[in-house]
Nanobody
Framework: QALLVERGGGTVQAGGSLRLSCFAG????????MGWYRQAPGKQRELVATNTRAGSTNYADSVKGRFTVSRGNARNTVSLQMDSLKPEDTAVYYCYARWYDNEYWGQGTQVTVSP
């Protein structure tokens, strides 16, 4: 079991920055992968960025060059630095963790980007 808790959502103007962080309370010392998904109103949940145990990263095309995902030294934390934010980035952002075939999700944090 794992409890994922996100921090850092809020409202920002277009062009601004926000940083999201997530802590996984769990006996799992090192998840296979951690990252972020998002869901905008009326749309399906989509991948934003993930970071694997080996250190490889994967980004949605829409955020490449603007967002950076990173794992903490403790290996049970993950952050998302979001720069040059656009109104289309507005969504609920969910922390994600995977360990073998088990997937864990945070409760979500709202990010709103005003024009």
């Amino acid at each position: 079991q794992a409890l994922l808790v996100e921090r850092g959502g809020g409202t920002v103007q277009a062009g601004g920055s926000l940083r999201l962080s997530c802590f996984a309370g769990s006996s799992i010392a090192d998840f296979d992968a951690m990252g972020w998904y998002r869901q905008a109103p009326g749309k399906q949940r989509e991948l934003v960025a993930t970071n694997t145990r080996a250190g490889s990263t994967n980004y949605a095309d829409s955020v490449k060059g603007r967002f950076t995902v990173s794992r903490g030294n403790a290996r049970n934390t993950v952050s998302l630095q979001m720069d040059s934010l656009k109104p289309e980035d507005t969504a609920v952002y969910y922390c994600y963790a995977r360990w073998y075939d088990n997937e864990y999700w945070g409760q979500g944090t709202q990010v709103t980007v005003s024009p």
